[in-house]
C-alpha cells in the first residue's frame, strides 16, 4: 500500500477538527470544574479506580488523544511542504514532547506541593504557568530580541521555581519526582509515538492500523498479567499508558486517512469510518468481562470505546460542517480549538487567585445539582471567550 497524498484543499478538514477540539476542550474545563458541584450524577465525574463503567469525565481525555492522532498527518504534511527533511521533522516532534513533558513534569509536583511552603502553592503556581506562557508563548508577530529575552526570562523562572519547590518531606528540584506524567506528559508520550510512527511510515494506513492493533494488544497483554517478566524494567522503559495512550491518537491518524483517502463526498469515507467505529465499539463491549472498563487502569475496552465514540463524534462534525455547511455553531467556542493550550492553562491561574486572595465560593444552591452544571458550563465558556480575547492579542501557546 502506497503512502496517502494528503493534499492543501482542506479548508473543511481543519473546521472539523478544531470544532471537534474546541467542544472536546469545553467538555474538559466543565468536568475539571465539577470538583466544585455537589448533588451531581455520577455518570458526569470519573469513575473509580475498581469501578466497571465510565462517566463523561473518563471520555473527554482519550477523545482529546484520538484528536491529537486526527492532526498528526496534516501536520507532518505541513513542515514536510516547507522543506523539513525526516529529521527536522523528528527534531520538531522531538521538542514539542519535551515542552510538553515539562508542563506535566510541574502539574504532577503541584499535587505535591506543601501547604505550609515558604512561597505558598498559588504563588507557586501562577508563576510556573507564566513560566510556561513565557518560554512557549506564540512570539510569530515578537521582535526577535524580545522572544529571547521573554524566553530566557521564562527558563530563569521556571528553574527558579523548580529550585524552590517544597513538599512536606523535602524541597528543591531534587524533591521533584516523576510520579507520572501528569495529562500534558501522556499527551507528549502518545503524540511522540504516534507522529514517529506516522513519520518514519511514510504514512501507510496499513501501518498506522499494525501500530494501532500492537498498541491495543500490549495494553490487553499487560491486564492479562502476561508482561509480569518485564517488571524489571518497566520503572525505566515504558509505553505510556501501557500502550492504551499511544492507541487512542493512532485511532485518530487511521481516521484522518480515511478521511483524506475517500472525502466526506464519497460514500465510503462514511462506510469506512462507521465500520472502523462500529470494529472499536464491539472489540469494547466484547472484552468487558475479561478486564473491564475503567479509564484509571486504561483497560483496552475504555481504549477502544472511547476511540469509537470520538471517531463517531468526527463523522457526525464532518457531516455538519462539509455536507449541511452549518460552522457558525462553532465560532463561539473557536478559540478553544485554535488556542487550546492556552485555553488549557487558564484555570491554573483562576483557581490558585481563588486560593492566594481567599475568595469566598459562590453561595451553595449555585453550586448544587442542575444549577451547578450550568455554573461550570458557564465558567468553560468565560474561560473560552477570555482565550478568544488573549489570541486576538497574540497571546497563545503555541509548541
Avoid at 218 to 230: D, K
Avoid at 253 to 270: D, E, M, P, Q
Wanted: hydrophobic share 55%; with cysteine.
Amino acid at each position: 500500500m502506497t503512502t496517502i497524498p494528503l493534499k492543501e484543499d482542506s479548508v473543511p478538514r481543519l473546521v472539523a477538527i478544531d470544532a471537534l477540539r474546541a467542544g472536546v476542550m469545553v467538555l474538559m474545563i466543565f468536568v475539571n470544574d465539577l470538583w466544585t458541584l455537589t448533588g451531581i450524577p455520577s455518570w458526569l465525574e470519573h469513575a473509580p479506580a475498581d469501578a466497571n463503567y465510565m462517566g463523561l469525565a473518563d471520555v473527554v481525555f482519550p477523545a482529546f488523544l484520538f484528536i491529537v492522532g486526527l492532526s498528526v498527518p496534516y501536520a507532518i504534511q505541513s513542515r514536510q511542504k516547507k522543506g523539513d527533511d525526516n529529521l527536522q521533522l523528528f527534531f520538531h516532534i522531538s521538542s514539542r514532547t519535551v515542552a510538553l513533558l515539562v508542563m506535566g513534569f510541574f502539574h504532577v509536583n503541584m499535587e505535591s506541593y506543601s501547604d505550609t511552603a515558604s512561597l505558598s502553592k498559588p504563588i507557586w503556581q501562577i508563576l510556573v504557568t507564566i513560566g510556561f506562557f513565557l518560554v512557549w508563548l506564540d512570539y510569530t508577530s515578537y521582535k526577535p530580541a524580545l522572544s529571547k529575552a521573554l524566553k530566557a526570562i521564562g527558563i530563569l523562572l521556571l528553574i527558579g521555581m523548580a529550585i524552590l519547590f517544597e513538599s512536606d518531606n523535602s524541597s528543591g528540584i531534587m524533591a521533584m519526582k516523576v510520579q507520572w506524567w501528569g495529562i500534558l506528559g501522556l499527551i507528549g508520550w502518545a503524540y511522540f509515538i504516534s507522529s514517529c510512527v506516522f513519520l518514519f511510515s511514510g504514512g501507510k494506513l496499513v501501518l498506522q492500523i499494525a501500530a494501532f492493533v500492537f498498541f491495543l494488544f500490549f495494553s490487553a497483554a499487560n491486564n492479562l498479567g502476561w508482561l509480569e517478566f518485564l517488571s524489571g524494567v518497566r520503572p525505566y522503559v515504558w509505553i505510556a499508558g501501557d500502550g492504551a495512550m499511544p492507541a487512542l491518537p493512532l485511532a485518530g491518524v487511521i481516521t484522518a486517512l480515511l478521511y483524506r483517502r475517500f472525502g466526506s463526498k464519497s460514500s465510503r469515507f462514511w462506510v469506512s469510518v462507521i465500520a472502523f467505529s462500529v470494529l472499536l465499539l464491539l472489540f469494547g463491549y466484547l472484552t468487558n468481562p475479561i478486564w473491564g472498563i475503567s479509564k484509571i487502569r486504561a483497560t483496552p475496552s475504555w481504549t477502544s470505546i472511547c476511540a469509537g465514540i470520538t471517531a463517531l463524534t468526527f463523522a457526525l462534525i464532518v457531516y455538519l460542517t462539509e455536507i449541511l455547511n452549518q460552522r457558525n455553531w462553532y465560532l463561539p467556542i473557536k478559540a478553544a480549538g485554535t488556542s487550546t493550550l492556552t485555553c488549557y492553562l487558564l484555570p491554573y491561574i483562576h483557581y490558585a487567585l481563588l486560593t492566594l486572595f481567599s475568595i469566598p465560593q459562590l453561595p451553595a444552591f449555585l453550586r448544587t445539582g442542575g444549577i451547578g452544571l450550568v455554573k461550570s458550563l458557564v465558567y468553560a465558556l468565560m474561560i473560552v471567550i477570555i482565550t478568544g480575547l488573549l489570541e486576538k492579542r497574540k497571546i497563545r501557546l503555541k509548541i
